[in-house]
């Protein structure tokens, strides 16, 4: 009897410690009610403005989900995605955890990572381009609402160094191609950036001056666009691409297709960006 008793009182204690070990392996398995899912984005310092509204409004969509934006410049994030990708220990970024998705500024990273296949090659996603937009100064009445207009005056444009800058090279071509050049001649301001053409701007050395819509964005309380520079000019497009150890290829899509919708899109016009066409 007494034997019997140890018996079933060890029973117990195994069916207890059975019940505790399903217990403890369920809580690894189910996520914890309330738990965030952490979605990194390794970009260019360039793109932080864009970036913020789409996560924010993104987060809102998905309170489940963290977006966090890593920025760093070009080289640096190339190096910093390579060290990852060959690294012995695992795919993790920095030490830490994976990256999910890559933003560079300009599309030429995101073709050299497809090279290497660092990012998948199919997951690229156009989702904006800078565009050159025409400034003058908020408190300014009359102001020329066209580069033809300014063109047909007698005041200064300010313009960035086109051997220095890519916008001086992307101003000089759109003028060229709208052939105001010529009516310009000798009414360039020439700056050494585009800070320099907005402080040549609201400084009155210049009447009105080219910069990119985002740039013009974060000046808007000085600053207004008068018109948007739609042609004469290549572009630099922005996409974003999956990289390819993203731990979360169903989450990483979403985003991707979030960028694109009519909602993501409205986000990057007024971030001051153009919209690259999507194919559907």
């Given at each position: 009897m007494r034997s019997l008793m140890k018996n079933i009182a060890c029973g117990l204690r195994a069916v207890k410690v059975a019940a505790g070990l399903l217990?403890?392996?369920?809580?690894?398995?189910?996520?914890?009610?309330?738990?965030?899912e952490a979605l990194v984005i390794a970009a260019s310092p360039s793109l932080q403005g864009v970036l913020e509204r789409l996560s924010n409004q993104f987060e809102a969509s998905h309170p489940d989900v963290r977006v966090k934006l890593y920025f760093d410049s070009g080289l640096d994030l190339r190096?910093?995605?390579?060290?990852?990708?060959?690294?012995?220990?695992?795919?993790?970024?920095?030490g830490t955890g994976p990256i999910h998705l890559v933003a560079p500024g300009g599309d030429e990273l995101i073709a050299r990572l497809q090279q290497k296949y660092y990012v998948l090659p199919d997951a690229?996603?156009?989702?904006?381009?800078?565009?050159?937009?025409?400034?003058?100064?908020?408190s300014l009445v009359e102001a020329p609402d066209s580069l033809e207009a300014l063109s047909r005056g007698t005041g200064r444009l300010a313009v960035a160094d086109p051997v220095q800058t890519r916008l001086g090279q992307q101003?000089?071509?759109?003028l060229r191609t709208l052939?105001?050049?010529?009516?310009?001649?000798?009414?360039?301001?020439?700056a050494t950036d585009s800070n320099g053409v907005v402080d040549h701007v609201l400084s009155g050395q210049a009447?009105?001056?080219?910069?990119?819509?985002?740039e013009a964005v974060r000046k808007q309380e000085r600053l207004r666009v008068s018109a948007i520079i739609g042609k004469g000019y290549t572009p630099t497009v922005h996409s974003m691409a999956m990289e390819r150890y993203c731990p979360n290829r169903r989450l990483c899509d979403e985003f991707l297709a979030y960028i694109q919708s009519a909602e993501g899109q409205d986000i990057v016009r007024q971030a001051g960006y153009g919209v690259p066409a999507v194919r559907r």
């Open positions: 217990l403890f392996m369920l809580a690894i398995v189910r996520p914890v009610a309330g738990a965030t190096r910093t995605i390579a060290g990852m990708e060959n690294s012995m220990v695992g795919q993790y970024f920095i690229k996603r156009p989702y904006a381009f800078d565009q050159l937009v025409l400034v003058v100064p908020e101003v000089r071509d759109a052939g105001l050049d010529t009516a310009l001649k000798g009414r360039l301001d020439v009447e009105a001056g080219i910069v990119y819509g985002h």
